[in-house]
């Protein structure tokens, strides 16, 4: 868990220049979403360089492995749910109930079948389409298959089926996932001072990412509040840290 004031703190810090109201809880919030997504996103692309690097022979292995270490830090978003039908319109010449994706999903690991029967998952209509043609390759509960689009397509139909998913990452409570909210810095102004922000520690929602990514929160938080105010001395400060991971 990563702390939403923590991480408020040092962007105010670092981009405010003692100038009151220069980056609002607003302006804050409005970035704290897509700063996670973005992190979020990278790490499958971590992901992905580890598996190269593991090809090429020159991966360390064990707790210090990149491939495992970036699993291990996804491992938290991993969701399983059976999936229920009703996402969509029947195609002509089908005769399966589309499933609708879950309403967090992220990304797909695999689909099987309550008789514990792993689904081949297609991307490409065509080939399906030309499997579903064929009477030789034409899927059974043995081998089924799956087009992923905008919703799911199991083939044959009939089959109860169970996603195994990533899911978008949310928000945290006092430590307890909360799924129906965004990382949040929540205040109140003073009624002595309008100038003055006082936290509500109550509406708070912390960032859904391991800890060790406190740094990249709040580079990544400062690159979208710099484009967004032109400020040439906080691209300065986030292309160094960019350098220096």
Same mark, same amino acid.
């Given at each position: 868990m990563i702390s939403v004031i923590e991480i408020f703190n040092v962007v105010r810090d670092i981009a405010n220049k003692e100038q009151k109201g220069f980056v609002t809880p607003e302006v804050f919030n409005t970035f704290a979403d897509?700063?996670?997504?973005?992190?979020?996103?990278?790490?499958?692309?971590?992901?992905?360089?580890?598996?190269?690097?593991?090809?090429?022979?020159?991966?360390?292995g064990r707790y210090k492995g990149a491939k495992k270490n970036v699993l291990e830090d996804l491992s938290r978003y991993i969701q399983e749910q059976v999936l229920i039908g009703g996402g969509g319109n029947v195609l002509?010449?089908?005769?399966?109930?589309?499933?609708?994706?879950?309403?967090?999903?992220?990304?797909?690991?695999s689909l099987r079948t309550e008789a514990n029967v792993t689904v081949e998952v297609?991307?490409?209509?065509e080939k399906v389409s030309r499997i579903l043609n064929s009477r030789l390759s034409y899927p059974t509960e043995e081998f089924p298959v799956a087009s992923i689009q905008d919703d799911i397509r199991v083939y044959p139909g009939g089959l109860d089926v169970?996603?195994? &998913?990533?899911?978008?990452?949310?928000?945290?409570?006092? /430590?307890?996932?909360? *799924? $129906?909210? %965004?990382?949040? &810095?929540?205040?109140?102004?003073?009624?002595?001072?309008? /100038?003055?922000?006082? *936290? $509500?520690? %109550?509406d708070i929602r912390d960032f859904d990412l391991p800890n060790h990514y406190k740094s990249e929160v709040t580079t990544e938080i400062l690159k979208l509040i710099g484009v967004r105010l032109r400020d040439s001395d906080i691209?300065?400060?986030?292309?160094?840290e960019d350098a220096a991971e």
């Open positions: 897509i700063a996670q997504k973005n992190i979020f996103n990278e790490m499958f692309k971590e992901l992905l360089l580890g598996q190269q690097v593991r090809r090429q022979g020159i991966d360390p002509a010449n089908e005769d399966v109930t589309p499933f609708d994706k879950p309403q967090d999903f992220a990304r797909l690991i297609m991307q490409d209509t169970i996603i195994r &998913y990533y899911r978008q990452p949310t928000s945290l409570n006092n /430590g307890v996932l909360d *799924v $129906n909210s %965004l990382p949040t &810095y929540s205040v109140s102004t003073s009624a002595f001072d309008p /100038g003055t922000y006082i *936290v $509500n520690p %109550l691209f300065s400060y986030t292309n160094s």
